[in-house]
């Protein structure tokens, strides 16, 4: 059997490296063949995004990312009547796009987009699966090639900020987390070109900060921080800069906490 490391290193180029940690890949594709409307949820950085990725090049569909802020509007998401050479012209947003050609339509961190975007998601989760567009007068009919699949962190959220129990419960819902260590060290390496034993001290480093989430962080250091740092130790960086730089510095803005996590750092990497 390959290892970890064999598997990610021999990945189809053309499709994007990724680890499973259990049977989210099966799941995936089941949602996929039944056209059901997924939800994906964990810590930031835990490879959601990399996953939906990876699995619609395995399943050689187009993929529509569309990445939720505070002020993505449902509009955003559908499209608008646009002024082109003196016409009014209706220009499809991604999810329309999406709608009308096939493919997977993925909002990243759902939870940031206002309000009024998952009112125009609701039609399409159950089984209708519908689009109405009321600018256009079209009631559009998702063909069987369409998937829509939504994330979010939910250990990140607000009262503000939530998916409400009526929208996660239309959604077929997969949980994230962070790789064990050893795999963990595995992506990490084959991502930045760090041998594995240097990655090692690293990925223990992390573990040590996230267990610190709730506490002195909002967040813990995600996989792709990791891999950021250890990117610049191959360069020729050294760990002491390349830590303050890939994970300490993107985790907090406070000194008091800044000098904790160079403390927390020397303790295990010295």
């Keep these: 059997m390959k290892s970890v490391l064999q598997a990610v290193a021999s990945s189809v180029s053309e499709i994007p490296a990724y680890?499973?940690?259990?049977?989210?890949?099966?799941?995936?594709?089941?949602?996929?063949?039944?056209?059901?409307?997924?939800?994906?949820?964990?810590?930031?950085?835990?490879?959601?995004?990399?996953?939906?990725?990876?699995?619609?090049?395995?399943?050689?569909?187009?993929l529509h990312t569309v990445a939720c802020h505070?002020?993505?509007?449902?509009?955003?998401?559908?499209?608008?009547?646009?002024?082109?050479?003196?016409?009014t012209v209706w220009t499809d947003g991604p999810l329309t796009r999406a709608v009308r050609e096939g493919g997977i339509c993925y909002l990243d961190e759902v939870v940031e987009a206002r309000k009024d975007v998952t009112v125009v998601l609701h039609p399409l989760t159950d089984d209708r699966r519908l689009?109405?567009?009321?600018?256009?007068?079209?009631?559009?009919?998702?063909?069987?090639?369409?998937?829509?699949?939504?994330?979010?962190?939910?250990?990140?959220?607000?009262?503000?900020?939530?998916?409400?129990?009526?929208?996660?419960?239309?959604?077929?819902?997969?949980?994230?987390?962070?790789?064990?260590?050893?795999?963990?060290?595995?992506?990490?390496?084959?991502?930045?070109?760090?041998p594995p034993d240097r990655v090692r001290p690293l990925v223990q480093l992390a573990q040590r900060l996230r267990a610190l989430k709730g506490h002195d962080l909002e967040e813990g250091v995600s996989t792709r921080l990791i891999v950021y740092c250890a990117t610049l130790?191959?360069?020729g960086v050294s760990v002491t800069e390349a830590v303050l730089a890939g994970m300490i510095e993107p985790l907090t803005d406070d000194s008091d906490v800044k000098a904790a996590l160079v403390e927390v750092t020397r303790a295990v990497i010295g």
């Design 233 to 235: 130790v191959a360069a």
């Design 131 to 194: 689009l109405p567009l009321e600018r256009t007068g079209e009631e559009l009919v998702a063909p069987p090639g369409f998937m829509l699949v939504v994330s979010y962190n939910p250990g990140y959220q607000s009262l503000l900020k939530a998916l409400k129990p009526s929208t996660r419960q239309r959604f077929v819902a997969i949980e994230f987390d962070f790789l064990p260590p050893e795999q963990e060290i595995a992506v990490v390496s084959a991502e930045s070109g760090l």
């Design 19 to 62: 680890v499973p940690s259990g049977n989210e890949c099966a799941l995936f594709e089941h949602a996929w063949r039944h056209r059901l409307p997924v939800l994906l949820k964990g810590p930031t950085g835990c490879g959601k995004t990399r996953f939906v990725a990876h699995m619609a090049a395995r399943l050689g569909i187009p």
């Design 70 to 87: 505070d002020d993505l509007t449902a509009a955003d998401l559908t499209g608008r009547y646009l002024l082109k050479g003196g016409d």
